[in-house]
């Protein structure tokens, strides 16, 4: 039955000039980094307490949650096995295994994610790193990096240079790249007097912590821009204008943008930035997230915006420059489902723009036919692209449709239920 929808959906898009096998062999070819911070609502393995102080927030209380590294692997692994093609981790610092040793943050080594390591390894996985600039005393008061208290300063600088050397360990001992972004929640909840200087002290910060040239071909650093977050309502440190600046004036650091989809004005979309951002900077990283009227982090869905990000990767020949990463946190449902859900729907909507008959749009624009872009564009919406992306789930051998459902079901009895909080 797949096969013959394939095969049918196959003439139908061959006629419109689109080679569905080509599709699918690129498809294979992108990894998607998920983050692992979906499986316990960014708690970490510091404390018990989890997420604490400034910026983002994890709602809902769904049982089963992951308590240590290694629930939290084997529910990265179910994750996996129900998403075709072969993707990355992306993991944060507080994730570190210390063998129930207090490190502080500052003080964190290769050898504390050397286990994650190993396990990305054993099961072919590429991974990228966050240092985590939040839930810690000295990020209570709400600056971390742009902080005018030269202490905090210096202890979250050092946790960055850490970050770094152990990012770039992970990409040497794996053999590519890890990107290793820095987010702070730095801001003010309310109108600040002064917005020049937390920004130059964070100027300041960054310069001493990219110090250090890594090789590129074991680690690349991002830096992560927002508009706004709770508790900083009013100005963040860490603007756009800030990163794109820095970027730009620091070229031979070859930094990668991060640009996270709930981190702009709630009618902004990033889809319509990576055109701009790119005729500039080398390689982006995108967070790719679901953002309901505000930073909310809602599982990503294949909505116009998830489409328009995949359309204008392909559209624009920018894969090869753009680092896909996940970034949203639901602890109302199943936090492996949540995982699947969103992650199937960041590589149909890349298969989707693969599938799309750009010559046709193309042309239609560049002929100024208006009339006929809009139609075609509507049109394609209807394509047999289901067809396409059950047989791409068959030939990679995992679950086709709903199926996997019943598999994270299973999991979830066998496994997240017995979990007590
Ligand atoms: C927060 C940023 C950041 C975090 C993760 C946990 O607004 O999006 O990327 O979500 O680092
Ligand atoms: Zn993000």
């Given at each position: 039955m797949i096969e013959k929808a394939y095969e049918l959906a196959r003439e139908r898009y061959a006629a419109l000039g689109v080679d569905t096998d080509r599709a699918i062999e690129r498809l294979a070819s992108i990894p998607i980094s998920l983050h692992c911070w979906q499986g316990d609502d960014?708690?970490?393995?510091?404390?018990?307490?989890g997420l604490t102080g400034g910026g983002i927030q994890a709602t809902g209380n769904y049982p089963g949650k992951a308590r240590n590294a290694d629930e939290l692997r084997s529910d990265l692994e179910m994750t996996y096995r129900m998403l075709p093609g072969k993707h990355r981790l992306n993991l944060h610092a507080?994730?570190?295994?210390t063998g129930g040793k207090k490190v502080e943050r500052d003080a964190l080594t290769f050898e504390h994610f050397a286990r994650w390591t190993d396990w990305a390894k054993a099961n072919g996985l590429g991974m990228d790193f966050n240092q985590s600039f939040f839930s810690h005393p000295l990020a209570n008061d709400g600056?971390?990096?742009?902080?005018?208290?030269e202490g905090i300063r210096r202890f979250w600088v050092d946790h960055g240079i850490a970050c770094r050397k152990i990012g770039e360990q992970i990409g040497r001992t794996l053999g590519t790249p890890c990107v290793t972004n820095v987010w702070i929640p730095d801001g003010y909840k309310d109108i600040p007097v002064d917005r020049k200087t937390p920004r130059e002290i964070l100027r300041r910060s960054l310069d001493e912590m990219f110090a250090e040239p890594l090789d590129p071909r074991y680690h690349l650093d991002a830096v992560e821009c927002k508009l706004f977050g709770i508790g900083s309502e009013s100005y963040v440190v860490g603007s756009h204008e800030f990163y794109m600046g820095y970027a730009m004036a620091n070229r031979d650091r070859r930094l990668l943008l991060c640009l996270d989809a709930g981190h702009f004005h709630p009618t902004e979309t990033i889809a319509d930035k990576i055109s701009s951002v790119l005729l500039y900077l080398d390689e982006i990283l995108l967070h790719v997230s679901r953002g309901?009227?505000?930073?909310?982090?809602h599982v990503v869905i294949l909505s116009d915006d998830l489409r328009a990000i995949g359309e204008e990767l392909v559209r624009g020949d920018f894969l090869g420059r753009t680092h896909i990463g996940l970034d949203f946190f639901d602890a109302s449902i199943n936090r492996v489902a949540a995982w699947v859900i969103g992650t199937r729907c960041m590589i149909k909507a890349l298969l989707l723009a693969l599938l799309e008959p750009i010559e046709t749009l193309r042309k239609a624009e560049t002929e100024n036919d208006l009339t006929a872009r809009l139609a075609l564009m509507e049109e394609n919406k209807t394509l047999p692209f289901g067809a396409v992306w059950d047989y791409y789930c068959e030939k990679m051998g995992v679950p086709v449709g709903a199926a996997w459902l019943e598999e994270v079901r299973c999991y979830e009895k066998n496994v997240l239920s017995k979990r007590v909080a």
């Open positions: 960014v708690g970490g393995f510091e404390s018990e307490e507080i994730y570190a295994e600056f971390t990096l742009s902080s005018r208290d309901v009227r505000w930073d909310s982090d």
